[in-house]
Every structure is written in structure tokens, then in C-alpha cells.
């Protein structure tokens, strides 16, 4: 009976274990391998949700890199008065770009490719705190 | 006259391999095990489906489910029958639920189920076949939005689990999933089949804990009599009958291309008001030129008219993308139509014809023209499976680099977790073809056989059998021309 119980409790275990793989998005920082002075930035379709965070707080004078993930179409990017168009950035590719803020404000940051039909809206902000 | 038959191999007494297969089989944690490895899949398919990236080819939900698993059960069918159902995930929650246990075995009365007889009217394949065709008019949708597969196994799920606390067993299995009515469906023609060693120690045997369970195993979740199995359609392969029976008498056997024949020739003939194992084989049958032509046809306007103007892949936040046009609902309409309209009625109603035509050409008077329509339909078991594998062959050829890159970035966002990024690069493209020519042709020649061995039990001889075999064989060829033909664009 004992060994009955055990079975059963190992397998109760097994499966909670299993199920926890629900949690996978949860690990996205650990999974993309970030590091402290990352930011991730995934690039949709603006129908699909456009820049993914839309907004991103930054602080001047520190040097930061951006993640740049292609995600459903190629996109391009840039932000204005900050960073020159980066290029195309392909579904599935990631592209990281390196910038030190000067100034403090608030930025546009804009997709460069014409990408969907709502392509001119797809933009974001960039704050640079002091 | 007839040759004492070979015998087919029992897998179980294989030299090196039956004994420790056995105790696998045997082993109660065995089913547990295998359930708990594809329920991790299936967790990644939901949680990707819902919350990944909403391009398709991205997403694990799309690359695994609708290129890897699509293409590896019509494999499993030929090579291993139900083995599809051993491992599948979907029913189990139901299943533990109501036994109140994981991996050991308990008492039916002390279930958490209302433990109802199924419904007479249930007990069959409709549902079930009408759902996979049901499935299959969203084919553009479902193959490339993530959150449409998402929802789909979620429900099935749900329904899984419901339907156990209602009925007893398997019967979501036997009778509602989409996917159990083509797979037992084909399993007829499968290499592969649980058995009784021998009958007549089943005969003797009263206690029977094949049906009604023992300590070691439950009885059929499948409501069937192990021990007399004759065909592959609804075993399930839970081996729960190869753990219960005492008298170590069921088996797997590995069956002879002769058996396959002989067993199918017997349920096709024994097939009385079986139409919904009929129209299984004809949806199936028909459904694999439109997958075909989903997927790689040359016929844009006709994705567009399945997508309902659509363009837009979608997970759950991003759903609202999936609302259809009025224009694109229309066109979506005629797309139904014509997929419907083939597989339910224009060859159904092709192969009455020419059943109508076999049975003139036989002089035959004593079978109903619907017996004989009927029992032919059973040669698009074979036919039908070889002309699935031959599209699976060519899915994974295409496209294997999506699900291979899918478990390294599940939710299409970017991860590497294996190590395995692949471009789409598909194997030898020009050489599919000349893959494919064979597995049609095997599909063509088996389908020929079968029907010659059903004729010859229908009309008593070989003359009638023959001339009646040519009718139906104008038919196979016709439609297997015409399916190159649409290929081909
Ligand atoms: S016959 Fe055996 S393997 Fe088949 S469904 Fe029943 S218990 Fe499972
Ligand atoms: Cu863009």
C-alpha cells in the first residue's frame, strides 16, 4: 500500500513539475540571456502591437544596448535626435545597438521600413532621465 | 485449397526485444510516463499559442504541432497504429480525474464519474469525422495563427475532461476527438495490432479482465473485448489488457501485408450501415489534395478564400486581428462549399456510381448496390493513408527547420535555448516527387487488392471479383490522376 501512495505522489509531483512549463514566459530575461544594461525591444506589426515595450525609460550619460528583435515582418529603427535608422532587422533576427543618451528628454523612436499598412504609426518613446 | 497462413510476428516474443518490451508495457507507470512527456509539448503548444509570437512559422504551436506531429502520426498509423493515442495528452486529466489515480489501478465504483453507458446514437465515428473535416475548413487559419490552435487543444482538453466525469472511459476518445476517427480509421492498414495470442484460451477464460479489469489493469477504457480483436479501429493501445489479463494471452503482433488484407477485407464485408466509417474514408481521401494545396499549392485564391481576408497572424492579446471581412467571410463561404461539397457529396457520390457500375459489371443480384458501396469504401483505408504519407513526407522535407528551431525558441521570441536556429532550407525539393510517386503507387496497389478481396467475398468468385475490381480500379486511377493533375497546377 506504502508503495502504492509513493507512486502516486511522485507522479502528482512529476506533473505539477510538468505544468510549471506554463510559466515559460516568465523567464524571458533569463531565456534572451539579458544583461544589466539591456534593453529588449521586440519589433511587431502595429496592428500586432508595434514596438514591444512601447515605451522605455533610460538615463543620461549610461550606456545602454538595445535588443532589437525581429518578430513577424522586417522592420527598421531609429530614434530620432538620438540614433540614426540601424537598418533592417529581419523576422527571427536580433540586432543590438550601443548608445550613450546627452541630453535628457523625451524621443521618438520610429520603425524605418514600410512594414503594414499602419507602418507610419508605428512608433514609441524613449525617456532619457537625468 | 487455401495455404495454412503464416503467421504474423509476435512482437512480444521477438528474441532481445519482446522481454523487456513486455515489462515496459507491463509496467504501470509506463502510460503515466509517455502522457507526461507529450503533456510538456502540449503545455508549450498552449502557453506559445496564446502568448508567443503571433507568426505562425515562429511559433512552437504552428511548427510542432501542424508540420511535426500532423507528419509523424500518419508514420506512427502505418508503422504503429494508435500509437498516437497511447501517447496523447489530451484525454488524461479525465482519465486520472475520474480513476482518482495517476498510475496505480482502483475500483470503477469508487470513481469520481457518473460512470453513464454511452449514448447508443454516440457510438461511432460522426461526430468525430465531421469534427476533423469541421477542423479542417479553418485549415488556413489554424495552420498559421497560433492562437487558433491554442484555442482548439484547449478545448479538446476541456472537452476531454468533461466528458469523463460524465461517461465511462474513453469515450471523448472513442467518439468526439477529431483526430481519434482517422486515426483508428487507418490503423486498419497499420503494420501493427493488439491481439490475443489465441482465441480459444479468451473463449475458455471467463473471469475476461480484459473487460472488466483486474488488479493489475483496468478494464478497455475503450469498451471493447480485447481478446477478440479482429481490427485496429478503436484500440486505443493503453495496454491496460496486456497488464490485466491473467493469462499473459494478449500480445502485439506485427501483421503480414496478408493479414492487413485478410482483417480488412473481413471488416469492410461485415460493414453493415457503417457510414460513418465510410465517410470518414472519403473526407479523409479528398482533404489530402486540399491540405496539399494549402500548404504548397500553386492556387493562391484559394488560401485567400479559406483565410477570410485575413492576413494577419494572431495570438490572444492580438486576437481582434482575426476579425474577418464581410468580402473575406463570403469567399470563405465558397471555399466550404467546395471542400464540403467534394468530400461529403461529389465523390461519395462518384464512388456509388461506380460501386452501382462494379456490381453491374459482376452480373451480381444478390447484394444491395449500398453493401457493395459500403464495403469498396474500405480500400481508402490503405489508399488513403499512403496518399497522408506521402504529404507528410513532403511537409517535413519543406519544413523541418521550423520545428527543430521551434524547441530552441518556443514562443518565437528570440530564445535560444538548444542551440538550434535553422533557416527554412528544404531537403532535395526537386527529388519530393519521385518520394512521393512510390507512396502513391503502394496506396493505388494496395487499394487494388483490398477491393479484389472484398469482391471475392461479396460476389463468391474470381471472375466477378475481377470484373468488378476493374470498374473500381477506373475509379482509384482516374482520381489519382486527377490529384497529380491539381498538384501539379
Ligand atoms: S484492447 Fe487493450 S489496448 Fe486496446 S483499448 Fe482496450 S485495453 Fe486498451
Ligand atoms: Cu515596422
Given at each position: ?68 528583435v525581429g ?19 529581419n523576422p527571427g533576427e536580433k ?36 | ?47 506559445a499559442?496564446?502568448?508567443g509570437n503571433?507568426m505562425g512559422n515562429m511559433n512552437f504551436?504552428i511548427a510542432v504541432?501542424w508540420i511535426l506531429?500532423?507528419a ?322 513532403t511537409i517535413l522535407m519543406v519544413n523541418w527547420a521550423y520545428p527543430l528551431t521551434a524547441f530552441s525558441d518556443p514562443m518565437g521570441w528570440g530564445w535560444d535555448l538548444l542551440g538550434m536556429k535553422f533557416a527554412w532550407s528544404p531537403i532535395v525539393p ?60
Amino acid at each position: 500500500m506504502k508503495k502504492v501512495l509513493m507512486w502516486e505522489f511522485v507522479g502528482f509531483v512529476s506533473l505539477l513539475l510538468v505544468l510549471g512549463a506554463f510559466s515559460m514566459p516568465l523567464f524571458d530575461d533569463q531565456f534572451m540571456g539579458k544583461q544589466e544594461n539591456e534593453i529588449i525591444i521586440r519589433l511587431n506589426a502595429e496592428e500586432a502591437g508595434g514596438f514591444m515595450p512601447g515605451e522605455i525609460t533610460v538615463k543620461k550619460g549610461e550606456t545602454v544596448k538595445l535588443v532589437l528583435v525581429g518578430q513577424d515582418v522586417t522592420h527598421g529603427f531609429k530614434i530620432e535626435g538620438l540614433m540614426d535608422d540601424v537598418g533592417t532587422i529581419n523576422p527571427g533576427e536580433k540586432k543590438i545597438v550601443e548608445f550613450t543618451p546627452q541630453e535628457s528628454g523625451v524621443f521618438v523612436m520610429m520603425c524605418t521600413v514600410y512594414c503594414s499598412p499602419n507602418h507610419h504609426k508605428m512608433t514609441g518613446t524613449v525617456i532619457v532621465e537625468d | 485449397m487455401s495455404k495454412p497462413e503464416k503467421k504474423d510476428i509476435d512482437l512480444l516474443q521477438v528474441k532481445g526485444v519482446g522481454k523487456p518490451l513486455k515489462r515496459i508495457l507491463q509496467w504501470r507507470g509506463f502510460h503515466f510516463t509517455f502522457i507526461l512527456v507529450n503533456l510538456f509539448v502540449f503545455v508549450i503548444v498552449l502557453t506559445a499559442g496564446f502568448f508567443g509570437n503571433p507568426m505562425g512559422n515562429m511559433n512552437f504551436s504552428i511548427a510542432v504541432v501542424w508540420i511535426l506531429w500532423f507528419a509523424a502520426v500518419e508514420f506512427m498509423i502505418l508503422f504503429g497504429g494508435r500509437t498516437w493515442c497511447t501517447l496523447c495528452p489530451l484525454p488524461a486529466f479525465g482519465e486520472w480525474t475520474a480513476r482518482r489515480k495517476l498510475v496505480g489501478v482502483h475500483k470503477q465504483k469508487r470513481w469520481l464519474s457518473k460512470d453513464k453507458k454511452w449514448p447508443k446514437k454516440l457510438d461511432n465515428m460522426w461526430v468525430s469525422a465531421l469534427g476533423f473535416l469541421g477542423i479542417s475548413l479553418i485549415l488556413p487559419w489554424l495552420v498559421t495563427r497560433p492562437v487558433v490552435t491554442g484555442t482548439l487543444f484547449l478545448l479538446l482538453i476541456v472537452f476531454g475532461f468533461l466528458f469523463a466525469l460524465i461517461y465511462s472511459g474513453r469515450f471523448f476518445c472513442h467518439s468526439i476527438c477529431p483526430a481519434s476517427s482517422y486515426i483508428g480509421y487507418h490503423s486498419n492498414a497499420s503494420l501493427f495490432g493488439v491481439r490475443a495470442r489465441d482465441k480459444s484460451v479468451c473463449e475458455k477464460h471467463i473471469a475476461k479482465e480484459c473487460i472488466r479489469g483486474g488488479p493489475k489493469g483496468y478494464g478497455c477504457p475503450w469498451k471493447l473485448y480485447p481478446g477478440g480483436h479482429e481490427d485496429n479501429t478503436y484500440c486505443g493501445q493503453c495496454y491496460e489488457c496486456l497488464k490485466s489479463c491473467p493469462m499473459d494471452n494478449m500480445t502485439i503482433k506485427l501483421r503480414r501485408p496478408s493479414t492487413i488484407v485478410r482483417e480488412l477485407t473481413n471488416v469492410a464485408v461485415k460493414a453493415k450501415g457503417k457510414y460513418d466509417e465510410a465517410w470518414m474514408g472519403f473526407t479523409r481521401f479528398t482533404l489530402a489534395i486540399f491540405y496539399e494545396l494549402v500548404f504548397f499549392g500553386p492556387y493562391w485564391f484559394l488560401k485567400d478564400w479559406g483565410n477570410m481576408g485575413v492576413n494577419f497572424g494572431a495570438n490572444l492579446p492580438t486576437i481582434g486581428l482575426l476579425t474577418p471581412t464581410l468580402g473575406g467571410f463570403q469567399n470563405w463561404l465558397m471555399w466550404v462549399l467546395i471542400v464540403a461539397g467534394v468530400a461529403l457529396l461529389a465523390y461519395p457520390a462518384a464512388f456509388y456510381g461506380f460501386s452501382w457500375l462494379a456490381k453491374k459489371a459482376a452480373k451480381d443480384k444478390t447484394k444491395p448496390t449500398k453493401q457493395v458501396f459500403l464495403s469498396f469504401s474500405y480500400a481508402l483505408v490503405p489508399y488513403g493513408l499512403f496518399l497522408w504519407l506521402a504529404f507528410a513526407i513532403t511537409i517535413l522535407m519543406v519544413n523541418w527547420a521550423y520545428p527543430l528551431t521551434a524547441f530552441s525558441d518556443p514562443m518565437g521570441w528570440g530564445w535560444d535555448l538548444l542551440g538550434m536556429k535553422f533557416a527554412w532550407s528544404p531537403i532535395v525539393p526537386d527529388l519530393i516527387p519521385y518520394l512521393q510517386a512510390p507512396l502513391f503507387l503502394i496506396g493505388l496497389t494496395f487499394a487494388i487488392v483490398v477491393t479484389y478481396n472484398i469482391a471475392l467475398k461479396l460476389f463468391g468468385s474470381h471472375k466477378k471479383a475481377v470484373r468488378a475490381t476493374t470498374v473500381m480500379t477506373v475509379l482509384h486511377v482516374a482520381t489519382a490522376l486527377i490529384f497529380v493533375w491539381i498538384i501539379m497546377g
